[in-house]
Nanobody, 118 residues
Framework: QVQLVESGGGSVQTGGSLRLSCAASGRTLSFYRVAWFRQAPGKEREVVAS????????YYPDSVKGRFTISRNAAGNAMHLQMTSLTPEDTAVYYC???????????WGQGIQVTVSS
């Protein structure tokens, strides 16, 4: 059974940076695609970064492009989200997720809070 556990969240001031990590255990070789999502109070969950697990293809929405970077480690058991130039609009609970195929994400972390103050 695959498990994902996020770490690295917290509070930061506007313009600051944070690096989120997601530790993966289990059959990580079964991953096809991974992503980071976020959900702010009263808003729907949205993807902020995704990548093909075995390659370099990445995706970022315009709201974070140039500020967020998704990556994975060489061992294939962790992924990261480097966030820079943070604003209060980035305040949300952040989740890492993995998909074993080209369908929906089927494995999720528990979520971690990121708070950006002005």
């Amino acid at each position: 059974q695959v498990q994902l556990v996020e770490s690295g969240g917290g509070s930061v001031q506007t313009g600051g940076s944070l690096r989120l990590s997601c530790a993966a255990s289990g059959r990580t070789l079964s991953f096809y695609r991974v992503a980071w999502f976020r959900q702010a109070p009263g808003k729907e969950r949205e993807v902020v970064a995704s990548m093909i697990w075995g390659g370099a293809t990445t995706y970022y929405p315009d709201s974070v492009k140039g500020r967020f970077t998704i990556s994975r480690n060489a061992a294939g058991n962790a992924m990261h989200l480097q966030m820079t130039s943070l604003t209060p609009e980035d305040t949300a609970v952040y989740y890492c997720a993995a998909a074993r195929g080209k369908g929906s994400y089927d494995t999720w972390g528990q979520g971690i809070q990121v708070t950006v103050s002005s």
